[in-house]
């Protein structure tokens, strides 16, 4: 008897142990399954960790449509994703966006709460669209408690709190954040219009304000990759619930809190107390985020500050992308005040014809095209029938040589549109060459400083929005200004504004017989050429020249850079005829871009 009970537990510990076996089998597959499904893109990981993501959507609708774009990209199962939007105080259609996108994606997601507030558009103590008042700000902290409160109670294992300004251009950027197992990180984004602004601060004092120090800007230029440990991180932000450490972390002010009611700060100030830690992610290129606005800042600013991302990504040849289902305005085209604007182009470069009007569709520009005169096609006999020479001793000042036929094709260019301008009587317009790149803010600058140039000097011939300044220290504001000086010698006509008597004193110089290239022509009429003979062929010099100081457009590639061409400098030299020097087709040549 005793034999057959010991055998019925040998028996039951046997079957024990296969069942332990089978079943650590099992996990150990769900767990291979699970590494698998990160590993391939994530097409077959129904075990990957939930996410509470959480939206704030407040006067966005000129983001959302390309927000939401690549949020949907993201590579991460849709049906382990929670959506939390709240929506309040909207002067524009953000919530309706909002509605239409989620009516296109609400059985993708594991869960969609969204609950907009349309009582009122304005906060009582503040009606601006960027007032962070007292009001505000404890709204903002309410919803991102309510938030984190909500994604306990949900049981999930993340919490992505993210901002609908923050474009995640990486589609790869939460799994990124999930792999670094961190209880608080975020991953470092760029700004739009700002060279030193990020989501993140290095350092921060006892009042909650920020200090620069010497960590930031080596990881803000990735000139140190990885993962680092910081006081503060923001807007896009993956906070880890599954992890005890976090459950006391919130927007709640910690327990002696004296510094701003505000809900970066105040995170961080929890995190500190508790002893959490913050990080900060820049091992790849994440996305862009737009910088904050001012109080006095209105939506159409913002507007521009994104517009400014857009057109970068136009020059890269690589357009943001949005949603199409969402209708989206086109901005109206106009000549923004001016007669007419025109735009040089050879008919050989439809490349850059393409991408600046894209640009001038997101700028509301309604341009006329002017088919440049192609220095390929010309030749020394055409030349002479028009009655071309070159200046008496004229030489390139980098490399000694006689013009190219590629800088007398951009002069006779800009030579037709003075003529255009006089036959047509056009009191101003706008000259852009091809390769422009606008800076931030354009149109918003542009007609400041056109309002500063009417009312401080009215008599106002030409005016730079780019160029290449070669004697900066030489250069002083004109009085009564803050977006103008007065420009000495300089290099490139990128885009200039000129009047009709500008236009006239050009012409009358009658340059085609006394040729160099346009961009030194224009320095000898304003009388601030420094070669003495050659300003001495040209009588008056009396050209009233200002420049927009910052300059307004730059080129798209400077020399030296990938993607750097000169149609100009990279065409033959003109004949000994034309030139009156001993120089022929073979003649060396170079870029004045070197000087």
Known sequence: ???HTWMLIVIKLSLLFVVIVLRSSSLIAADEETVKGQSDGGRTDAKQPTVFVAMLVRNKAH???????YFEKLDYPKNRMRLWIRSDHNQDNSAAIVQEWLSHVKDEYSGIDFVDDPSTKRYDDNGAPFSWSEEHMKKVLELRQAALDEARRSWADFLLMVDVDNFLLNSMVLRDLIR????????MFNASVSEHYSNFWCGM????????TADYVPILKWERRGVFEVPVVH????VQLRNPATKLLSYHPPPGYTAAIDDIIIFAHSAKHYGIPFHIMN?????????????HDTLEDEDEQFMHLKLEYIILEQPLERLRYIDVPKRPLTKLGFDEIYLINLERRPDRRQKMLASFQELGINATIINAVDGKKLNDSYLLSLGISMLQGYADPYHGRAMTMGEVGCFLSHYLIWQDIISKNHRKIIVFEDDVRFRPYFLLKLHYMMKEAESAMPNWDLIYLGRKRLRIDEENYVRGTDSLVWPHYSYWTLSYILSYEGALKLIQQQPLGKLLPVDEYLPIMFDKHPETDWKEKFHPRTLVALSAYPLLVEPTHYTGEVGYFTDTDNSPVIGEIVSGMKVGLSAHQGSREEL
């Open 63 to 69: 983001t959302l449509p390309w927000f939401l774009h």
């Open 205 to 212: 004092d006892s009042r909650g304000y920020y200090i620069r």
């Open 1 to 3: 008897m005793a034999d």
């Open 180 to 187: 670094e197992d961190r209880l608080v990180i975020a991953p």
């Open 283 to 295: 091992r790849d290129f994440y996305g862009y985020m737009l910088i904050p606005m001012e109080e």
């Open 235 to 238: 807007s896009t932000v993956l």
